[in-house]
T-cell receptor, first 111, second 113 residues
């Protein structure tokens, strides 16, 4: 059964690049990896989604190695406003699109 | 396009009562998912409805139920409330067959006394 594992918390400083890695050992060929960001008292917000190799948008990059057993969310030049919880998610294409959420990584950005 | 709306935003109930929460998805979205979020447990998936049918269900007791109407609006019901049901209940809608890209509402904060 697919499961996602990510660090509970991370600290970094303004202006740094932050990489958050998620492990997902048993994902199938058609499963996508998605990342969400959540601020306190708000619903999560979609950041980025990928299937393989690298995906980049205006907010982040997502790196997925060939074996797809993990993925890394990369946030370039973080600011204080990037302090949030980041969730890794795997969508199981062959199981009625069941979503497997990670427990979330609390990212704290310091000045 | 209007976002996902949830009503009410805040609710206070007492143990043993029941509660119904409502969610209006983004126009055109046919999938609606419900989540419970507590400080210590993160996001816990409750269930997902697609075209009025429950397609996926999480590991919650039968006191938690839901339904979806033909206009894709969804309701969630919790009967015989317990103190541990106090949480933020989030609704999310998706407009694609794959529901990985979800749009979340602001949530309903339920407090059970």
């Amino acid at each position: 059964l697919a499961k996602t594992t990510q660090p509970i918390s991370m600290d970094s400083y303004e202006g740094q690049e932050v990489n958050i890695t998620c492990s997902h050992n048993n994902i199938a060929t058609n499963d996508y990896i998605t990342w969400y960001q959540q601020f306190p008292s708000q619903g999560p917000r979609f950041i980025i989604q990928g299937y393989k190799t690298k995906v980049t948008n205006e907010v982040a990059s997502l790196f997925i190695p060939a074996d797809r057993k993990s993925s890394t969310l990369s946030l370039p030049r973080v600011s204080l406003s990037d302090t949030a919880v980041y969730y890794c998610l795997v969508g199981l294409a062959d199981s009625n699109y069941q979503l497997i959420w990670g427990a979330g990584t609390k990212l704290i950005i310091k000045p | 396009k209007a976002g996902v709306t949830q009503t009410p935003r805040y609710l206070i109930k007492t143990r043993g009562q029941q509660v119904t929460l409502s969610c209006s998805p983004i126009s055109g979205h046919r999938s609606v998912s419900w989540y419970q979020q507590t400080p210590g447990q993160g996001l816990q998936f409750l269930f997902e409805y697609f075209s009025e049918t429950q397609r996926n269900k999480g590991n919650f007791p039968g006191r938690f139920s839901g339904r979806q109407f033909s206009n894709s609006r969804s309701e969630m019901n919790v009967s015989t409330l317990e103190l541990g049901d106090s949480a933020l209940y989030l609704c999310a809608s998706s407009g694609v067959p794959r529901i990985d890209e979800q749009f979340f509402g602001p949530g309903t904060r339920l407090t059970v006394l």
